[in-house]
């Protein structure tokens, strides 16, 4: 039978087999303006479908070219965009707010047949959760950049159930989404009263006592771990910005603060758990034989300064020891250190615990995509 593993117990119908291109009556996309404008029609890129929705729109065109140049990209109200070059897959639906609208040409627009017979919701997240990459390979006409033609966009063939089974899915895929949106909005919020008070809180203390890293801590690139060498054992491995696998081994007892020295996350700072293997894309910033030093003190006057104009390499960006041993740092008494830290201790115990529920609705998520569409 044609049907998922988890559904609504009062539906038993096979899913139907349909092409896209048979439930619209619009596949088309747009193309590049050749002048963009301070302000006027949105203009839509690829980088503003986020999470499912149109976000941060900074390119606009004047109504000229909106009404003639780019007249058969003009989006409208329940429009699904789709993206079809650059990162594939992505998608969301043009609401009020969005227009008066245009996009490029690295955007399908989907304009369906009858909005009656379809849950938008539920068509957007089917087609976000749409094998882009297993279609491509059976595509024929796929050049250096993978990309999809509209052709191809209209034979994306997805299996979808009678109208009410979409309704009940779309809207239990809006609360989650909805609810996703709520923790992110809230965590974005702590993060930026947490920038906030940083940037108050290191300003008191910002010229006393300056001293180079290199003089009250021992810093060091660990050895690299081999991708083989993350899969067994017990002990987390922790690279640039987070746990990537685990090892029999570890080689740091104690947590650590860690500058992120490799690829785009270079300059972020993180504190490790204990017992774990720090692998060489962090910087260790060791201050266990110091006395002197906190390392809650120290990872948060890191992170109140910026450290991007440490990164170095233009390929590929990078943080080297010795620019690092030199960067200073203010540093005040052990019992100033310990006042100054617990300014931010609600805020450090509160943010890992609603970045964790946020992680738990996306794998909820996650499941929901895996078990309910086919």
């Known amino acids: 039978m044609n049907v998922p593993k988890l559904r609504f117990s009062e539906f038993s119908e096979n899913y139907k087999k349909i092409k896209l291109k048979n439930m619209t009556k619009l596949i088309t996309k747009g193309t590049t303006p050749r002048k963009y404008t301070d302000s006027g029609v949105n203009f839509i890129k690829v980088e503003n479908l986020l999470d499912n929705q149109i976000k941060n729109i900074n390119s606009y065109i004047s109504y000229e070219t909106h009404n003639n140049e780019l007249k058969r990209s003009i989006l409208k109200e329940y429009d699904i965009l789709f993206s079809i070059a650059g990162a594939l897959g992505r998608t969301a639906i043009v609401t009020k707010e969005e227009l008066p609208a245009n996009t490029n040409q690295a955007c399908s627009i989907i304009r369906l047949d009858n909005l009656n017979d379809y849950n938008l919701y539920y068509l957007m997240e089917r087609l976000h959760h749409f094998d882009i990459k297993s279609y491509i390979n059976k595509c024929q006409s796929v050049g250096a950049q993978p990309n999809l033609s509209l052709e191809q966009v209209g034979n994306i063939c997805i299996n979808i159930p009678n109208k009410k089974e979409q309704d009940r899915v779309g809207r239990l ?63 987390p491995v922790f690279g640039a910005n987070g746990i990537i696998g685990f090892n029999s081994n570890f080689n740091h007892k104690l947590p650590q603060i860690t500058i992120s020295c490799r ?75 310990l006042i100054y830290i617990k300014k931010f201790n609600l805020l450090e115990s509160k943010l890992p615990l609603e970045i964790s529920k946020l992680k738990k609705l996306n794998l909820l998520k996650k499941g929901l995509m895996q078990n309910m569409f086919i």
């Open 173 to 235: 895929i809006e609360l989650v989404n909805k609810k996703i949106e709520l923790q992110t909005k809230k965590i974005d919020a702590l993060k930026l009263f947490k920038k906030g008070l940083l940037k108050c809180e290191y300003n008191k203390i910002k010229s006393k006592n300056l001293s180079q890293l290199n003089n009250v801590a021992q810093i060091y690139q660990p050895r690299t771990l081999s991708q083989k060498q993350l899969k067994k054992g017990v002990y």
């Open 263 to 337: 690829g785009e996350n270079s300059g972020s700072i993180n504190k490790t758990p204990e017992y774990c293997w720090i692998n060489g894309n962090s910087m260790v910033i060791n201050v266990d034989n110091n006395p002197n030093i906190n390392k809650d003190y120290l990872k948060l006057i890191l992170e109140s300064q910026n450290l991007k104009y440490l990164i170095s390499g233009s390929g590929q960006p990078q943080i080297i020891r010795s620019d690092i041993a030199k960067h200073k740092i203010p540093i005040i008494s052990i019992d100033e250190q």
